[in-house]
């Protein structure tokens, strides 16, 4: 066996935050390949993690299996920086002969990245592999794009309720049952404890508001005919933009503060014990274990608008995809299938705390460690995705969503023009699409 390793830098996981960079590369050509050989070197990019180490051991033992069924096969892996991944992966795409074979991607990127003619459509091979059955529904839908597959979901992840334990008994008030609730709740805590704000809230946390909207029964776009537009000026869209921005206030998380906060600012509010609750994720866990409250936080999924109902989250996560370009299609997918299978997905669980994929994978993971049974509940309520379009990408770096938020806790706009203006914007980011 022959295995590589590279790291090219440190960088720190961000697909999870949802982040998608805005990619300025040259216009991608056709680049699909014309050989399926049996022989050569298999190159695979993997996202670089701030602790990288027990990552790079699960794939090792993942490269080790793969290897006892194609005994002559060499592995090539290099470990890219997330920041920078955008015209790293779109110079790929134009530039074959340079390209790797598989590469590790954030979800929200697989729209982009089908568009870009990059990735390879892996249907057959998928619907063919028998552990894929197991597959979470909103985990297929991040590497589905229109009908068809691009790839294997890696691990996802999901955000819910943290909340402080000792302020909840000192204040002898119990975790929001409801939407209504977790608003009151977090008033009433700010207001017996000025030097905490209830429920820490970011303008610019995006996928930290979407629950209210989503909970709301509204929509950040809808399809039709192949083509999206947006949804987020609608009734049932305003009442959650409505909900989540009666949040910021001196009642709660002053404007002034809170305005500019992104996920990052308000679980390390929480984790520094300057906030009573957070809206945060599995993957926020070690952050908040390594903060001032660690002991002192339990954690529920997000409530809905009635009681004993969950606010559909995000599904955030990674996938894993063949490039259209490879010239070992076949070698290529088999490697995919090792990096995503169950197996290795329960090690990455093990030593990485990635969500698992696989319904029963999850729950064995839930067993092994309580914590993420919160997460866990969420997904399982129906969590939900982006737009599965191309303009989503140039949506989110575009910062559409925060504007709008900004401009109605500032005062600037009410609800009404400024989801209409975001609406604006997301439409002409779908029509460019195409």
């Known amino acids: 066996m022959k295995l590589i390793a590279r790291i090219v830098a440190p960088a720190a996981a961000l697909a999870l935050a949802g982040l998608t960079a805005a990619a300025c590369a040259p216009q991608t050509s056709d680049n699909s390949a014309k050989n399926d ?15 990288n180490k027990p990552k790079e051991q699960v794939v090792d033992e993942a490269v080790a299996a793969f290897r006892k069924e194609h005994k002559d096969a060499e592995v090539e892996i290099e470990y890219i920086p997330v920041e920078t991944r955008a015209q790293k992966i779109k110079a790929a795409f134009n530039d074959p002969a340079s390209a790797p074979d598989l590469i590790e991607y954030g979800n929200t990127d697989t729209a982009g990245y089908v568009k870009d003619g990059g990735l390879a ?18 985990a297929r839908q991040s590497v589905t794009v229109d009908g068809k597959i691009y790839g294997a979901p890696l691990f996802v992840g999901a955000r819910a309720l943290y909340y ?41 946390y995006t996928y930290g508001a979407m629950p ?34 009666s949040l910021f206030g001196d009642d709660n998380c002053p404007a002034a503060k809170c305005a500019s ?6 679980v390390t509010a929480f984790a520094s014990g300057k906030a009573a609750m957070a809206i945060g994720g599995d993957f926020s866990h070690q952050a908040i274990e390594a903060g001032s409250v660690k002991g002192k936080y339990a954690v529920v999924p997000l409530p809905g608008l009635k009681a004993g109902e969950i606010a559909p989250a995000f599904a955030g996560g990674n996938n894993i995809g063949v490039l259209k370009s490879s010239s070992h299609r076949t070698r290529a997918v088999d490697l995919m299938k090792r990096f995503a299978g169950k197996e290795t997905q329960a090690e990455l669980f093990d030593a990485m705390g990635f969500l698992p994929t696989y319904t029963d994978v999850r729950a064995e993971a839930a067993k092994k460690e309580p914590f993420v049974e919160p997460f866990i509940e969420t997904l399982g309520a129906g969590a939900k995705f982006v737009p599965a379009s191309p303009a989503w990408g140039q949506i989110d770096a575009s910062l559409v969503l925060p504007t709008m938020f900004q401009e109605v806790v500032s005062g600037k706009k009410d609800v009404a023009t400024a989801s209409a203006d975001a609406a604006k914007k997301m439409d002409a980011a779908f029509a460019d699409a195409g």
Request: net charge negative; no cysteine.
């Open 37 to 51: 050989e049996k022989s050569g070197t298999l190159r695979v990019w993997l996202f670089q993690e701030v602790n």
């Open 121 to 138: 459509d892996i249907s057959a091979e998928f619907d063919a592999w028998d552990e894929a059955k197991d597959t979470d529904p909103t």
């Open 164 to 204: 402080r334990t000792d302020v909840f008994e000192d204040l002898g008030i119990e975790p929001p049952r409801t939407q209504d609730e977790l608003i009151a709740t977090a008033k009433k805590i700010h207001k017996k404890k000025p030097d905490l704000y209830g429920l820490a809230v970011g303008g610019a």
């Open 212 to 245: 209210f909207i989503w909970a709301n029964g509204g929509e950040l776009a809808e399809a039709s005919d192949g083509t999206y537009r947006s949804a987020i000026d609608r009734p049932a869209a305003r009442k959650g933009i409505t909900s989540y921005t």
């Open 261 to 266: 906060m992104g996920g990052n600012a308000t």
